[in-house]
């Protein structure tokens, strides 16, 4: 039983009066929301605020926690909280907590207030006052709570609320003073609720029915309730090895049905509201479908685990009388099965058998599976069993296992339902800054489970987000470790871990990479295939260690994930350039090479190319270093520099193998660039990347290499100059007309590339804009204010800027007498050729990108 009467002292010696008074940020999200109030006229009328309440949490394992709410957002479902020592708020969704309390008190005014108002000349409260005494009764009722997945609540309420959001109750803070604090149990952890007296004891009370026949209609309707989900999960329940090993076979043998399709085919859930609970998935796909309907109160847990049993064929396991195997018990540790809710059953085949409220959780079955190394079968059990089965397993059968000093672990004690991983690694913050604070403690092992998990969780998390890079970057002395992510180009916090994690997650990285982990005074490189150490996950990373100051090493990690290449026609290229890149490329010779910094997207548009031409009829070799993307038809090769097969070496194997095709990874070196235009002059399509700034530059880069000018002009088909910029959130994107003077700034900036006797006018460049780009005579300027969807940064992905240099006569002419690279530039510009800035130019236009982007990764 839990007694939340006890009111809270206020304000709090950890916390501030309000936000404000702290200084905190908490990521811009305020949103004003009407507390509801006691549906009685003395109590003040609620006015909707944006200021931080001091508020107590009681989270899903009853453990209480002080801090403010900053935020309350109904439409998201969720509730931002800070918890001392943080600085930051934590978002909770309303399934991770089970009550949420506001300490500070509502007060009722004077109950003899109104009838002194309208006392008679007697001295005495006419029938006005009497009337307005009835008015303002202000009753308590006794309440009594069930919440999902077992624990009650009770006491008392001066009135209460319930609507989609769920039930606000309103506690008296004593007996004699009418006084209020304000309870909201969110209507996904509710199972049931009893507000005043019950039907059975009034029907006694008044003498209806006696107390025999109630308690009699009580039973039967338990035996109801419980049938309900009873018949329709299975007849009986499985207590035996035996019966379980059985009843898999029979649903291995069972057709596979989706859950969505199990609770239409039991008229539990609409088409419409599947339709929609998908769409939200879609969003977050860390939430399974089924516990996605639960929380937005679409169908109950007891519904979901019918149609799990019924349609879905899931045995359903009595885990209080199941004789589980001690084998299986000590494959999955102690924390881990209580974090999870999870119970090892049997071991079988080499299969972890295990019983679990919703066997969907794909991410709870991963990291079993990764931390076992076992393949798992989950079994459905009862809402609520798994709370006490678990401990009394693990002390019967795990021996010791259940000591947390034997687990050697840190402390992971969570205060909320940790089904996300940025709560999950807040929790390991908080809990090593703890254990700093109490005289640093032993600093952690690299073999330690929670950072092997930590580490494993950040690089799903980075590969889920879009993030090109992890940096890891240590400090000196006591200061934090932090973590930060690349994404769109872009570097954002992610993390921040107590100093004790420094030197065990460098160490932890190195070895995932076969690295000198005693090796701390230069730099090494090394790969990661993740899928060593998350089989579900086929992901490959670059790493580097980089020595710096105070003898400490910084980590970077590239994420080269093995995915499909893109379609040419989604790369943004222009109509013009498509269609020249894609004659360029179709050609049986000749050399096709695409140019830019690292991380621009050269390989990505060869791999593109690439597939616009891999055909059953073409031979294509690859010499890559990595292999980032595949494709099915071409032989990939990687280079390994350490028995020095380099791409020379690979590029002259190749032309002894028949090639169509060949693509080499980066041109280097003289070596690499004579093999390939001899290649490319010999019958064979080249494809290769340079790091240069331009198109034209590329050019006479190539011949200071030593390049023979009159070969090379020969070989040449394409060059391909790109860059990428942030793209404007389009969910957010509104636009309105450009100004004059904007207008006029741009023109000029798009015309300064072109020499002056070359120069188009104004009025053509303009006319061109409106007829391509305008809407009702005016061209538009774009922008993005910041959305959810973005994380109100206004951008999000990224889009490319091209600059496509097409040989012709003229060019190569210029290219055998040694030109420089700016009469290249101004002959491609006269014979068509858009640079980067104007390409840019015209994106911007188009509502791509903006003007700050485009100038800030390309030349004028």
């Known amino acids: 039983m839990i007694d939340l009467s006890a009111p809270l002292q206020w304000p709090h010696p950890d916390l501030a009066e309000s936000p404000a008074d702290a200084g905190l940020d908490y990521g811009g999200l305020v949103r004003e929301f009407s507390w509801p109030v006691p549906p009685y006229a003395a109590y003040p009328r609620q006015q909707a605020t944006s200021t ?135 209507r996904e952890v509710l199972a049931h609720v009893d507000i005043g007296e019950r039907i059975g004891d009034l029907l006694v009370k008044d003498k209806l029915a006696t107390a025999e026949q109630i308690a009699a209609a009580a039973n039967e309707q338990q035996g109801l309730r419980s049938r309900r989900v009873g018949d329709i999960l299975v007849s009986q329940q499985i207590v035996s090895a035996e019966q379980l090993m059985l009843a898999i076979e029979q649903q291995a043998r069972m ?96 299969r972890l058998i295990v019983a679990m409220e919703d066997p969907t959780r794909r991410d709870a079955l991963d990291e079993i599976e990764f931390i076992s190394q076992l393949k798992v079968t989950p079994t459905l059990t009862k809402i609520g069993s798994l709370q006490f089965a678990i401990p009394e397993a693990y002390e019967r059968l795990g021996g010791d296992a259940v000591s947390r000093s034997e687990l050697n672990l ?20 908080r809990e090593g800054l703890e254990q700093s604070q109490r005289d640093e403690g032993p600093p952690i092992e690299q073999s330690d489970n929670s950072l092997v998990r930590l580490i494993n969780t950040m690089i799903i998390d980075a590969s889920t987000q879009g993030v090109s890079d992890i940096h890891i970057e240590t400090h000196p002395g006591t200061e934090k470790l932090k973590i930060r992510f690349r994404r769109d180009g872009m570097m954002k916090p992610y993390l921040e871990l107590p100093n004790t994690y420094r030197n065990a997650m460098i160490a932890r990285v190195k070895i995932m990479c076969d690295l000198d982990i005693s090796e701390r005074r230069k730099p090494q490189d090394g790969k990661i295939n993740f899928a060593r150490f998350s089989p579900q996950h086929k992901l490959e990373l670059r790493v580097a260690t980089i020595p710096t100051n105070n003898g400490l090493e910084d980590v970077v990690m590239r994420l080269l994930s093995s995915s499909k290449p893109i379609p040419l026609e989604k790369l943004g290229l222009s109509p013009d350039n498509l269609k020249n890149l894609k004659y360029a490329i179709s050609r049986p010779y000749g050399m096709v090479l695409c140019v830019g910094p690292t991380g621009s997207g050269k390989t990505t548009t060869l791999h593109s190319a690439l597939s616009q031409i891999n055909t059953p009829d073409r031979k294509i070799w690859t010499a890559e270093d990595p292999i980032e993307i595949t494709q099915a038809g071409l032989r990939q090769v990687q280079m390994n520099p350490r028995i020095e097969w380099t791409f020379a070496k690979a590029l002259r194997a190749f032309l002894r193998a028949d090639p169509d095709v060949i693509m080499v990874g980066e041109i280097r070196d003289e070596e690499t660039a004579e093999i390939a235009v001899e290649a490319s002059l010999t019958g064979h399509m080249v494809m290769s990347t340079l790091h240069t700034n331009s198109a034209a530059e590329t050019v006479t880069r190539l011949l200071d290499m030593g390049m023979d000018p009159f070969n090379f002009a020969d070989s040449l088909l394409a060059v391909l100059a790109q860059r990428l910029v942030r793209r404007m959130c389009p969910n957010c994107r509104v636009s309105s007309p450009l100004e004059e003077s904007e207008q006029d700034e741009w023109l000029g900036d798009y015309l300064h590339a072109f020499a002056p006797e070359q120069r188009p006018t104004r009025a053509s460049v303009l006319s061109n804009w409106l007829g391509n780009y305008g809407s009702n005579g005016r061209l538009m300027k774009f922008h993005s204010p910041g959305c959810e969807t973005c994380e109100q940064s206004g951008f999000k992905g990224r889009a490319g800027l091209h600059e496509l240099l097409m040989m012709s006569k003229t060019l190569r002419r210029q290219i055998q007498t040694g030109a420089r690279a700016e009469e290249l530039l101004q002959t491609a510009l006269a014979e068509g050729m858009r640079s980067l800035r104007q390409d840019g130019i015209c994106k911007v236009l188009q509502g791509v990108t903006t003007m700050a982007e485009v100038r800030a990764t390309s030349n004028a």
């Not at 009135?159 to 309103?170: E, I, K």
């Not at 539990?268 to 309907?293: C, F, K, N, T, W």
């Not at 685990?305 to 540790?333: C, H, T, W």
């Not at 969570?414 to 390991?428: G, N, V």
């Open 52 to 186: 931080a309440e001091p508020c107590e949490v009681l989270g899903l394992n009853n453990r209480k926690s002080v801090g403010q709410l900053v935020a309350l957002a109904p439409k998201e479902r969720l509730a931002q909280i800070l918890v001392p020592p943080a600085r930051n708020a934590m978002p909770l969704k309303f399934g991770q907590f089970r009550v949420l309390k506001l300490t500070r008190p509502v007060i009722a005014e004077a109950r003899t207030g109104n009838a002194a108002l309208i006392a008679d000349s007697s001295g005495q409260a006419g029938e006005g006052a009497a009337n307005e005494w009835q008015l303002d009764q202000r009753p308590r009722s006794e309440f009594k709570l069930y919440f999902a997945g077992g624990g009650e609540l009770q006491g008392v309420t001066i009135g209460h609320c319930q609507d989609d959001l769920g039930l606000f109750l309103f506690p008296p803070l004593s007996d004699t003073d009418d006084a209020v604090l304000r309870l909201f149990i969110p």
């Open 255 to 350: 057709p596979m049905v989706r859950i969505g399709e199990a609770l239409l085919a039991l008229d539990l859930i609409s088409q419409a509201q599947l339709e929609q609970a998908l769409e939200l998935q879609r969003a977050d796909r860390s939430v399974p479908l089924g516990e996605l309907l639960v929380r937005n109160g679409v169908v109950t847990r007891q519904a979901l685990q019918s149609a799990l049993a019924r349609k879905m064929g899931y045995p359903l396991v009595d885990v209080e009388n199941f004789a589980i195997e001690p084998d299986a018990i000590r494959k999955l540790p102690f924390a881990v099965a209580k974090r999870l809710e999870v119970l090892p059953l049997l071991l079988r085949d080499g």
């Open 410 to 429: 840190p402390s992971l004690q969570a205060d909320f339902s940790l089904d996300k991983a940025d709560q999950l690694m807040e929790t390991l913050e």
